[in-house]
T-cell receptor, first 115, second 113 residues
Framework: EAGVAQSPRYKIIEKRQSVAFWCNPI?????LYWYQQILGQGPKLLIQ????????DSQLPKDRFSAERLKGVDSTLKIQPAKLEDSAVYLC?????????????FGPGTRLTVT | AQSVTQPDIHITVSEGASLELRCNYS??????LFWYVQSPGQGLQLLLK??????LVQGIKGFEAEFKRSQSSFNLRKPSVHWSDAAEYFC???????????FGAGTTVTVRA
């Protein structure tokens, strides 16, 4: 079974530029998550999708971050314009539906450096 | 809202020695608890999870964790560490019906020869 795929693995941009990350979840997983992991901290949930719909985006800085999940499969996360404090690893995870709490499978992440 | 505290930022242990990583959670109801490991440049991998039942949970790679409700703790243990156990370890808590996980800040484990 293929895991969660993410690209690119690394990205360096200047502040005020835009950047996009791509995630392909495990086939059949209805739920997709984007996390931000700042150096020295644990992952923080940015947005959660259930199929095409957004379940939770309460911690997404919506003035600069956007995310979409087309056709309930792949997802992209965009930052525009980037700030220095956006430097982090962006992790995508997916999980099947089910109770009580399905396991989340994580991709390798995209390391973003904003200069 | 649930939260997790991992009191130890960094632990160094000799190869073959035992390892214990601490995790304290805050949540009003019965929590769902997880331990993940992250090797450099890798995503997070689930080591074990606790939902209910036996409070001593066995996981992969020889790890186990014990849920202690009275202490709001879910500490991770391994009797004998291997050099490949050097990584960052995250404790996380979730709630029934809410797929969102709250992670601790992590503990970095260094294994010396």
């Amino acid at each position: 079974e293929a895991g969660v795929a993410q690209s690119p693995r690394y990205k360096i941009i200047e502040k005020r530029q835009s950047v996009a990350f791509w995630c392909n979840p495990i086939s059949g997983h209805a739920t997709l998550y984007w996390y931000q992991q700042i150096l020295g901290q644990g992952p923080k949930l940015l947005i959660q999708f259930q199929n095409n719909g957004v379940v939770d985006d309460s911690q997404l800085p919506k003035d600069r971050f956007s995310a979409e999940r087309l056709k309930g499969v792949d997802s992209t996360l965009k930052i525009q314009p980037a700030k220095l404090e956006d430097s982090a690893v962006y992790l995508c995870a997916s999980s099947p539906t089910g109770q009580p709490l399905p396991e989340q499978y994580f991709g390798p992440g995209t390391r973003l450096t904003v200069t | 809202a649930q939260s997790v505290t991992q009191p130890d930022i960094h632990i160094t242990v000799s190869e073959g020695a035992s390892l214990e990583l601490r995790c304290n959670y805050s949540y009003g109801a019965t929590p769902y608890l997880f331990w993940y490991v992250q090797s450099p440049g890798q995503g997070l991998q689930l080591l074990l999870k606790y939902f209910s039942g036996d409070t001593l949970v066995q996981g992969i790679k020889g790890f186990e964790a014990e849920f202690k409700r009275s202490q709001s703790s879910f500490n991770l243990r391994k009797p004998s560490v291997h050099w490949s156990d050097a990584a960052e370890y995250f404790c996380a808590v979730g709630a029934h019906g809410d797929y969102k996980l709250s992670f601790g800040a992590g503990t970095t484990v260094t294994v010396r020869a």
